[in-house]
Nanobody, 114 residues
């Protein structure tokens, strides 16, 4: 049984930083593609960043150069370092684990506001 638990969200001023964490349980973490998605009010869920089992990463255009995804396989944890945050980054951020199935966390709220 896979469970994903996100943490690290909160309220931050524009230009600030946050680091999200996603702790996974279960097997096959090191083989999984891990992703961060976000959903703003009234909008569809969108991909933010993805990291593959070999460490390759990809980012959506709005966050490229500001966000960094990383993983620590020994701790079954994936991180999202978010810098230079903007009000438009405000959303619920979800962690996804893709192995034989897709698994989702419950989400963590990120609010960027002065």
């Amino acid at each position: 049984q896979v469970q994903l638990v996100e943490s690290g969200g909160g309220l931050v001023q524009p230009g600030g930083s946050l680091r999200l964490s996603c702790a996974a349980s279960g097997s096959f973490f090191r083989l999984a593609v891990m992703g961060w998605y976000r959903q703003a009010p009234g909008k569809e869920r969108e991909l933010v960043a993805r990291i593959f089992s070999d460490g390759r990463t990809l980012y959506s255009e709005p966050v490229k150069g500001r966000f960094t995804i990383s993983r620590e396989n020994t701790k079954k944890t994936v991180f999202l370092q978010m810098n230079s945050l903007k009000p438009e980054d405000t959303a619920i951020y979800y962690c996804q684990m893709a192995t034989f199935n897709d698994y989702w966390g419950q989400g963590t709220q990120v609010t960027v506001s002065s």
